[in-house]
């Protein structure tokens, strides 16, 4: 079993980075790929990004293409989620996830409590 904790969220301005950092309990961590969702409010949680186990992989989706970076450091059990020249529409709350390599919230068994991200512009 994996228990996940995010932590790094806050209130920045339209062009800022922020870098979130996903905190795991468990042994098992390494066996997970490790994915990012977000939430805004009113709107369907939607994938962010992922990295699969050893962390040579990574997909996004299109909206954070060449600005946002998600990695992992085994060793610590941890990921993380580089997030630059944010914009208003990056607004949401950030989940982290442990499950199979995938874009979709079906692939993931485990999920973080989540944290929030503000975006003013």
């Known amino acids: 079993q994996v228990q996940l904790e995010e932590s790094g969220g806050g209130l920045v301005q339209a062009g800022d980075s922020l870098r979130l950092s996903c905190a795991a309990s468990?042994?098992?961590?390494?066996?997970?790929?490790m994915g990012w969702f977000r939430q805004a409010p009113g709107k369907e949680r939607e994938f962010v990004a992922a990295?699969?186990?050893?962390?040579?992989?990574?997909i996004y989706t299109d909206s954070v293409k060449g600005r946002f970076t998600i990695s992992r450091d085994n060793v610590k059990r941890a990921v993380y989620l580089q997030m630059n020249s944010l914009n208003s529409e990056d607004t949401a709350v950030y989940s982290c996830?442990?499950?199979?390599?995938?874009?979709?919230?079906?692939?993931?068994?485990?999920w973080g409590q989540g944290t929030q991200v503000t975006v003013s512009s």
């Open positions: 996830a442990a499950g199979a390599f995938s874009q979709y919230t079906g692939g993931y068994e485990y």
């Open positions: 990295v699969n186990a050893n962390g040579g992989m990574t």
């Open positions: 468990g042994r098992t961590f390494i066996r997970y790929s």
